[in-house]
């Protein structure tokens, strides 16, 4: 893992963003590093087309971020399917869509998984009866991506390539129907790179070329898969793309520009509301759960005397709290329900997947622990590893108070959200056993004068650090 270095020191872009993809990875149900191979496969054949620096530079982030609009589709996934929409993403990208057969065999696998019979046949038959519905759905996606890469600060051809991800050489593609050299040549790249790697992941080498060769011309640039064929002998380099220890370091080795770009304090603040907006759209229920949670912990950090690197921190680990979230089910997520013990279970893996990511990234690794810790309790009966207030800090202390007074405000799909009397109250209870005591008074002066109000609405805030928000990092949320 990255060790820390001090603020203010050399930070890559590049180490910063391969390692969030972990969390993309979770979102769309592959293999943990399927972004990070993808780049690989993808970098690879950008070099054997003679692909400039520039054009390099844009396919490397674009393939990085290829994913970053897929949580956006989680839920309407879901309900769609009335399954686990991680398991549907996985198992349909390695369908033929051209292959109406197969396609609707593999469909019908994934409708209503668990369900009973009639159940299972009203989702397949809602899907078959809506084939606009599918093309909303790419959509979605790849607009939203497209759009985080330019809020990011990445060339339009990055945008563009991620935007176009789902075209098809016969036109027969998403979400235009673009058709042969219509598709941007990184968009053409970014296709058959991650579906090379998603069939090599689940079938290996041989499986995975022959795929590639089937799809010719239909789905794939005819050009692009005569250059992967040629790729089939060479075992060394398939060898590297399994070594998961030295993928990070591969990935980053592969960086356009001899010179790497410096991620700022101001761009990783950037990094974090982004990827906050791709957390919060992957349920309906939590539209602004992380940029709430961010903002009232700074809030109480403040109130309480907090320096500005520990509101940067509190910043930071707010956003990002919950990115582990991204790998539980909206079948679970969205239920109206009460969820039973083997769903919570899910549930609680998200704090370690938090703890994980966060871990990766050098700027971040200094916070990833407390962040993960949001559900921990002062007297040990928290989740998921049960510390006890000898073992939380500060910045765990405010995140927890921080999460529960808004997911208690926030509607949720089995409830409205409560009036601000009523959650102060039921967090009352837990005011030194769970919660630590002058954090939560803390909490309770800011939400009594309406200063969490005034930071939930957007409007001006009173907390200057929060103000270091870059205002077009809001127009990520508008994107649905």
Same mark, same amino acid.
């Given at each position: 893992?990255?060790?820390?270095?001090?603020?203010?020191?050399?930070?890559?872009?590049?180490?910063? $963003?391969?390692?969030?993809?972990y969390a993309l990875d979770l979102t769309e149900g592959q293999r943990p590093g399927h972004t990070l191979r993808t780049a690989l496969i993808a970098m690879r054949l950008g070099r054997e087309l003679n692909l400039d620096g520039d054009t390099m530079g844009a396919l490397y982030y674009a393939a990085l971020l290829k994913d970053?609009?897929?949580?956006?589709n989680a839920a309407r996934m879901s309900a769609l399917f009335g399954s686990d929409d991680q398991d549907v993403k996985r198992d349909m990208r390695l369908v033929d869509w051209h292959d109406r057969w197969k396609l609707a065999m593999r469909t019908a696998k994934n409708c209503g998984v668990g369900r009973n019979p009639i159940a299972r046949v009203s989702h397949f038959l809602r899907i078959a009866r809506t084939p606009s519905m599918t093309r909303e759905i790419i959509q979605t996606?790849?607009?939203?991506?497209?759009?985080?890469?330019?809020?990011?600060?990445?060339?339009?051809?990055?945008?563009?390539?991620?935007?176009?991800?789902d075209e098809h050489w016969c036109g027969l593609g998403h979400p235009v129907g673009l058709a042969g050299d219509e598709i941007p040549m990184l968009s053409r790249i970014l296709l058959i790179a991650q579906t090379l790697e998603a069939y090599w992941s689940e079938n290996g080498i041989d499986a995975a070329i022959e795929m590639t060769r089937q799809r010719s011309g239909r789905w794939f640039d005819p050009r692009?898969?005569?250059?992967?064929?040629?790729?089939?002998?060479?075992r060394t380099w398939w060898a590297g793309l399994a070594d998961s220890a030295n993928l990070d370091q591969a990935v980053l080795a592969l960086e356009p520009g001899g010179t790497p770009l410096h991620a700022t304090d101001e761009r990783l603040d950037g990094i974090a509301y982004a990827f906050a907006?791709?957390?919060?759209?992957?349920?309906?229920y939590t539209a602004r759960h992380s940029t709430n949670v961010a903002r009232y912990a700074v809030g109480i950090a403040m109130s309480m005397g907090a320096d500005a690197d520990m509101c940067r921190d509190t910043l930071r680990a707010g956003l990002l709290h919950d990115i582990g979230k991204l790998g539980v089910s909206n079948r679970i997520l969205?239920?109206?329900?009460?969820?039973?013990?083997?769903?919570?279970?899910?549930?609680?893996?998200?704090?370690?997947?938090?703890?994980?990511?966060?871990?990766?990234?050098?700027?971040?690794?200094?916070?990833?622990?407390?962040?993960?810790?949001?559900?921990?309790?002062?007297?040990?009966?928290?989740?998921?590893?049960k510390l006890d207030a000898s073992q939380l800090g500060l910045l765990s202390r405010v995140l927890a108070v921080a999460d529960v007074y808004e997911a208690l405000t926030a509607d949720r799909p089995y409830r409205a959200g409560l009036e601000v009397p009523v959650v102060l109250d039921i967090m009352r209870r837990?005011?030194?056993?769970?919660?630590?005591?002058?954090?939560?008074?803390?909490?309770?002066?800011l939400a009594e004068r309406g200063t969490f109000a005034v930071l939930a609405e957007g409007r001006e805030d009173p907390?200057?650090?929060?103000?270091?928000?870059?205002?077009?990092?809001?127009? $990520?949320?508008?994107v649905a």
């Amino acid at each position: 893992m990255p060790v820390a270095g001090p603020r203010g020191s050399f930070i890559r872009l590049a180490e910063v $963003i391969s390692a969030l993809t972990y969390a993309l990875d979770l979102t769309e149900g592959q293999r943990p590093g399927h972004t990070l191979r993808t780049a690989l496969i993808a970098m690879r054949l950008g070099r054997e087309l003679n692909l400039d620096g520039d054009t390099m530079g844009a396919l490397y982030y674009a393939a990085l971020l290829k994913d970053s609009g897929c949580s956006s589709n989680a839920a309407r996934m879901s309900a769609l399917f009335g399954s686990d929409d991680q398991d549907v993403k996985r198992d349909m990208r390695l369908v033929d869509w051209h292959d109406r057969w197969k396609l609707a065999m593999r469909t019908a696998k994934n409708c209503g998984v668990g369900r009973n019979p009639i159940a299972r046949v009203s989702h397949f038959l809602r899907i078959a009866r809506t084939p606009s519905m599918t093309r909303e759905i790419i959509q979605t996606r790849c607009e939203r991506g497209a759009q985080i890469a330019l809020v990011l600060g990445f060339p339009a051809a990055t945008s563009e390539a991620i935007a176009h991800v789902d075209e098809h050489w016969c036109g027969l593609g998403h979400p235009v129907g673009l058709a042969g050299d219509e598709i941007p040549m990184l968009s053409r790249i970014l296709l058959i790179a991650q579906t090379l790697e998603a069939y090599w992941s689940e079938n290996g080498i041989d499986a995975a070329i022959e795929m590639t060769r089937q799809r010719s011309g239909r789905w794939f640039d005819p050009r692009m898969v005569d250059l992967v064929g040629t790729w089939k002998r060479d075992r060394t380099w398939w060898a590297g793309l399994a070594d998961s220890a030295n993928l990070d370091q591969a990935v980053l080795a592969l960086e356009p520009g001899g010179t790497p770009l410096h991620a700022t304090d101001e761009r990783l603040d950037g990094i974090a509301y982004a990827f906050a907006a791709v957390i919060d759209a992957k349920t309906p229920y939590t539209a602004r759960h992380s940029t709430n949670v961010a903002r009232y912990a700074v809030g109480i950090a403040m109130s309480m005397g907090a320096d500005a690197d520990m509101c940067r921190d509190t910043l930071r680990a707010g956003l990002l709290h919950d990115i582990g979230k991204l790998g539980v089910s909206n079948r679970i997520l969205d239920k109206p329900a009460k969820l039973t013990d083997e769903e919570f279970g899910e549930i609680r893996k998200h704090p370690r997947w938090t703890w994980e990511i966060l871990e990766r990234v050098s700027a971040f690794n200094g916070f990833a622990q407390e962040a993960a810790q949001h559900h921990e309790r002062l007297d040990g009966k928290g989740y998921p590893w049960k510390l006890d207030a000898s073992q939380l800090g500060l910045l765990s202390r405010v995140l927890a108070v921080a999460d529960v007074y808004e997911a208690l405000t926030a509607d949720r799909p089995y409830r409205a959200g409560l009036e601000v009397p009523v959650v102060l109250d039921i967090m009352r209870r837990d005011r030194g056993t769970g919660f630590d005591s002058h954090v939560f008074d803390a909490a309770v002066a800011l939400a009594e004068r309406g200063t969490f109000a005034v930071l939930a609405e957007g409007r001006e805030d009173p907390f200057p650090q929060l103000r270091q928000e870059p205002a077009k990092f809001s127009r $990520i949320a508008s994107v649905a």
